[in-house]
């Protein structure tokens, strides 16, 4: 592979770059170094304010790792970075050793492999619990393609069995906009497998669940290690602990401290973060 | 098999029934029987039915990208309009030396103006094919140029209705001027022929409300063939949610563009049907006001169901030609009104009242 970034007249496919602004990456991914996250010297300001002051994260690939920190620690936004909604001042995000993410746009990234749960379970209310995942399903997303698009009988078991695991197979039919709360969150938490993404970010998912639907939520991300690379972004302290193995505490923009449950929460700066002066 | 087709949507079918039966016996008793029996449609209803059914696909294209994309366009008339001038150019073309000036080649308004010879965006009109493909293809292109350069800005919501309002505007003020080669102000009219056959004769007439007819039942069916596709639900999701979408991996800006251009070009269809029916095509098609009434036919049948966008159009369209029958200074305040009143007490517009009916007797 040549590399044309010193000359970008030259390089035909450089050129007419205002054109084609967020090219897909053809690249593949390459983990080879164990890392599938690669975040450095990340910095994002709003108005002033730095909602991300130098942040440098790594995630390792197929582990589960917690993100916990007070309120407005950028928990959120470090989710913005990754998944292209928001462009960082300064640093680099890639995906594997190859793909830069800041080089693509929110479709580029999600067809690149990493997906997104939403703090607020976002749904698609007037589709049913099916149509919600057939959308979400790894395919072609070209707009000619999906108009001639039909389901194969393999493409249905799949969705069949992502509702067994989602635990809602009698609701298939129905809109999503009439489920629970807690099934709206599991029907996200679906949509996210159903994309078999390589990393998946996910914002709060037991908020709003009751005790027996969060125990079922552990035990589904738990089981999803080693096959893909997750990052949970929770508040409910004894979810986290009850499946984290490796946690990142973030404060005011970078990251504070990472370990075990254990020694993170026995780090004085830690307490003193959560706790006050 | 069409009403195969349709199965499990009793209302759909209905629509389809009613237009079909328009389409055949209206023109049919027009030839058939002669006026003072009771089965006899005069050439002005005819014509005025024909009018109707132009509306009312007019209304289905908008309901497409309002209904089913939110994507709300208050300059679909526009596209209507620009299909019609390309109709009327081919029926200018048609007139050749009848004029009144008798030019074989330039239409009057171009002898008029003392233009020597036809401008090169004229040339090729003379043909039909030609002029049926710019129907579609100058609707099309335009809706590509501006939904390219808006959907991929992420122009949205009342924004993107603004912008699209100032279009039809900049349009109409374009085709006001004579230098353009549209006819000005007074726009293309005087037709006598189309493919050789005289527009005025009741055949001729006949036959151009079944072709409308024609042309709303293939829209209406692939319209609602497309929401019912995988395209058509990642376009619902869209307008429900559109950030989402993107985060699927779904480029929403190129199914927007797509929805945009195919209903630019249905428009284009209806404003090519319309402009041989009424014999005249001029600027004040491109008026902001047109297209605003377009919304309120959608808004009172109900949008997101694509026949209350055909249910619409024909009852307000019936409504105006009433009321500017016996008021005609009041039409606009009633327009106005009944906007508001469907605003307010049935958001869902006809359709909307008419299913909770149903359900409620269920």
Redesign the interface.
Known sequence: MINNAKEPVLNRYQSFSFMNRTPVSDKKLDVSHKTVLYMEDVSVSFDGFKALNNLSLYIDDGELRCLIGPNGAGKTTLMDVITGKTRPDSGSVYFGQSIDLLQMDEPAIAQAGICRKFQKPSVFENLTVFENLELSMKAHKGAWITLFATLTGEQRDRIDEVLEIIGITSLRGQLAGILSHGQKQWLEIGMLLIQEPRVMLVDEPVAGMTHQEIDRTAELLLSLQGKHSVVVVEHDMEFVRSIAKKVTVLHEGSVLTEGTMDEVQNDPRVIQVYLGE | MLLKFLENDKESQWVLIALLAVTLIIPVCNLIFSAGSVFYFSAYTVSLIGKYLTFALLALSLDLVWGYCGILVLGQGAFFALGGYAMGMYLMRQIGDRGVYGDPLLPDFMVFLDWKELPWFWSGFDVFPFAMLMVFVVPGALAFVFGWLTFRSRVTGVYLSIISQAMTYALLLAFFRNEMGFGGNNGLTDFKDILGFNLQSDVVRAILLMCTGMALITGFLVSRW?VR???G??V??IR??E??????????E??K??VFVFSAMLAGLAGALYVPQVGIINPSEFSPLISLEIVVWVAVGGRGSLYGAIIGAIIVNYGKTVMTGLFPEVWLFTLGAVFILVTIFMPDGLVGLWKRKTQENV
């Open positions: 497309i596709t995988r395209l639900r990642v619902t999701a429900d949610q950030s989402r979408v993107r985060f699927l991996g779904y480029r929403v190129m199914y563009l797509w």
